[in-house]
């Protein structure tokens, strides 16, 4: 059973940057995308950034690129998100999601098969 667990998420001013970690188990993953999506209160869940666990190549949405970075460690199965200049507009409830078979390029939400519960990330402008 595939478990994703997120973590690092807070309240940051408008500027600052903080890191988000998802712990990934229950099989290998060297055939996976690993996906960053965000949802915000009332909005429909967005794709914010993927990366390929076996060849690191990455993608992202317009609204993060060159503000934001995905990465893995391969050794200790865990996806990270860097962010920084975080804006107001990207507070959200972040969450990790796990695609097997897919390629980095998978945006829509309803392609990914597993998910983490979650972790809120909170902008004061």
């Known amino acids: 059973q595939v478990q994703l667990v997120e973590s690092g998420g807070g309240l940051v001013q408008a500027g600052g940057s903080l890191r988000l970690s998802c712990a990934a188990s229950?099989?290998?993953?060297?055939?996976?995308?690993m996906g960053w999506f965000r949802q915000a209160p009332g909005k429909e869940r967005e794709f914010v950034a993927a990366v390929s666990w076996s060849y690191g190549s990455t993608y992202y949405a317009d609204s993060v690129s060159g503000r934001f970075t995905i990465s893995r460690d391969n050794a200790q199965n865990t996806l990270y998100l860097q962010m920084n200049s975080l804006k107001a507009e990207d507070t959200a409830a972040y969450y990790c999601a796990a695609k097997s078979g897919g390629n980095i390029y998978y945006i829509n939400a309803r392609l990914y098969d597993y998910w983490g519960q979650g972790t809120q990330v909170t902008v004061s402008s």
């Open positions: 229950g099989r290998t993953f060297s055939n996976y995308v």
